[in-house]
């Protein structure tokens, strides 16, 4: 059952699963459950801030024009009136020589037009202050509007939720925070040589750790997983399992039996349930495998059972549809210049996407191999934080030379 | 009630917070549950990888000796006697002149000792397979314990469990995994100026945003929030609230309440709940009344009710302290060095840390402000992903000066 594969170029794959541009719904969530979300829509300042002129300091409001004559010779005495805390109002209007005690983030009284810090106080009692610094008027107050004018866009849509806008969403009253919806993603392991987790290990047959892996790639791209387990290896349950689930979810990966050996189903699959193949083979290393399809606006991802395969294939293709569900400001892997730390000796007649370890040194990025990259070998995923692309054709990868590589996880 | 408060370094607070060592508990969990959370013990290989000599490709396992003489001129036929799926296992040993069908992953059967790829293969048919390439001992075969031996310590302790980790998990059976526990932390807001998120604005009020931007910090941080919404500002009521709250948590953080205003409860609060001041003030802004006290093993941080006071003395002295607590490899803050893209006027008679937006141009790390940093202004907030830290007495940031900053999210 070989299927007939034509190589095409890793960015017209990656084009290829844009044009699909499958958005997600928008949902309201509680504030608490916000982070890391995309916001769905503008964030926009239902009120002035400052709401009202206010004190930015602990310290007295008074009127400034009663300071003119202050200076150390002349100290000034005022008469304090009142005391006003934050979040209470006093609605006397100020007197000439009449002070106020005021606390930080309290609304500034009618008439006064300046506030005098507490350290800048000479003395003071409940009764009265004395001071000798000249007061300018405005000094020391918080303007209604300064910081942001109510109707102003303060967040874009699009943009991930962290702290300072969770701040900000509480500011403007944003109990319910409007998000895209993440897309549920499900997760089929193929391949009868695979035997779970929690099993015990049998001769020939190895774990199932792809499906932990993409599982969790799916989490850090900020999507759903559902796993389904091993699908059946004969072709009519196999068909069934898949139009199952993907009923329940919105993008369907397999790992395993997209390569061409005789045991692989998918192609047969694939055939069977009139899916699309935006392609099937891609002028890369590792990965060349990779298959995409659509069925009823629906996308399958054929990822290889090879785990460095499996892994670059999820964050090549699924990882910018994940980004387009979601409409972020930003899809797909950000592309950095980094120094290569080390020679990579290897001839490249396809491009090739390596697991890297990028970090920086002195404000530069830097990059290294992240353990040896046997494209079996699992044990290099550890550390890697980028894919180091190799372009097919050069040879000349050394040490210190600048190479582009696509980030994948923290740099710190 | 005004405290006396002596203002130490900040290098010395953070040192002060850290000596406190407190350390939490390990759990199992599953490994579905395990992203991002930090490995208690090291991860060890429960077996050889490969577990036997396996294929790494899709061919024909024969020996090498039969292929001696082939060449174009010489083809040279074997015997097809099986085929091996991979997962399962041949049993009888291959003779001279026969060649076995194998798939990508399969175990070698004995006397095999390589695999030629079907694309070298000149014909082939059920029976027989035609070859003209001489093959090496040894070719085509990953070897067990090749990439890793039994044993081998895979990734270390304190590392955060990423997708790669999570495959290595699945690979050595680890069904669940040993974590640290994440701290619970509790949030009280103070203040009576403040008014939940979902209520109508009220003359003199803003709206509570320092505990949801806390709530959300602590868990950027991998740790746990608990609210406790805002607190009395009776003197007895407030020490019997934080007093139930410590029992319930690992670390309490107040927002508000800590500065030097006639309304400030905390520092009567401190003297009933015998709490241990380990330092009320720090020599920087903003953040300066920034308060840390321990209570029988617990720690209770008084972070400013401003916004950007709060926000960084989270980042600078809580963000360690829960690095600790899960014995992370890597505590606090990164610092790193990144040049500045525009020019900072300001006169620091302060170490300052301002809110920055870090990013990468052509693989040099570069930082800009975070929209105006005034301390009232929540706005900056949104987009900083690291503090710039101006140094006291430094007057000499111009555009292109090189500034360490310390990042608290990501660059991308």
Do not use: W
């Not at 609605?91 to 009618?110: D, F, N, V, W, Y």
């Not at 999820?314 to 899809?331: C, G, H, N, R, V």
């Not at 970090?359 to 044990?379: A, I, R």
């Amino acid at each position: 059952m070989n299927l007939h594969r034509n190589p095409i170029p890793v960015e017209d794959a990656i084009n290829k699963v844009l044009a699909c541009q499958i958005k997600g719904d928008i949902e309201r969530i509680p504030l608490m459950d916000a982070d890391n979300r995309i916001l769905s829509e503008d964030l926009i300042a239902d009120h002035d801030v400052p709401l009202f002129d206010r004190s930015p300091y602990d310290g007295y409001a008074l009127i400034a024009n009663d300071t003119i004559d202050a200076s150390l010779h002349n100290p000034i005495v005022l008469d304090v009136v009142g005391a006003i805390g934050a979040g209470s109002v006093y609605t006397e209007p100020l007197q000439p020589s009449q002070a106020i005690r005021i606390m930080t983030g309290a609304k500034i009284p009618t008439n006064a037009d300046c506030v005098i810090m507490l350290e800048d106080i000479t003395e003071d009692s409940p009764s009265q202050i004395k001071l000798i610094k000249k007061m300018k008027k405005n000094q020391n107050i918080s303007f209604q509007g300064e910081d942001v004018a109510k109707g102003t866009v303060i967040v874009k849509k699009g943009t991930k939720i962290n702290p300072g806008i969770v701040a900000l969403l509480a500011t403007f009253g944003y109990k319910d925070v409007p998000v895209y919806k993440r897309p549920v993603i499900g997760v089929m392991a193929t391949g009868s040589e695979l035997i779970e987790v929690g099993e015990p290990l049998e001769e020939g047959k190895i774990r199932n750790s792809n499906a932990y892996m993409i599982i969790s790639q799916i989490k850090r791209a900020g999507a759903i997983a559902k796993y389904y387990g091993q699908v059946s290896d004969v072709l009519e349950e196999c068909v069934e399992q898949m139009k199952r689930a993907l009923n329940e979810v919105d993008f369907l990966i397999t790992t395993g039996g997209v390569s061409v050996g005789d045991y692989d189903l998918l192609p047969a699959i694939y055939q069977q349930m009139d899916a699309e193949v935006l392609f099937n083979k891609v002028a890369m290393r590792p990965g060349s495998v990779t298959t995409v399809s659509t069925i009823n606006e629906k996308i399958l991802f054929g990822l290889s059972g090879n785990p460095s395969a499996c892994y670059v294939g999820f964050e090549l293709f699924a990882k910018p549809m994940i980004d387009t569900y979601l409409a972020k400001e930003s899809i797909g892997l950000k592309i950095e210049k980094a120094i290569l730390s080390e020679s990579i000796d290897k001839k490249n007649s396809f491009d090739r996407f390596i697991r890297g370890k990028a970090y920086m040194e002195k404000g530069q990025l830097h990059v290294k191999l992240s353990g040896k990259d046997k494209s079996n070998m699992v044990h290099s995923l550890a550390e890697a934080n980028c894919l180091i692309h190799l372009q097919a054709g050069r040879d000349d990868y050394r040490k210190g030379a600048v190479v582009d590589i696509r980030l994948i996880d923290e740099l710190y």
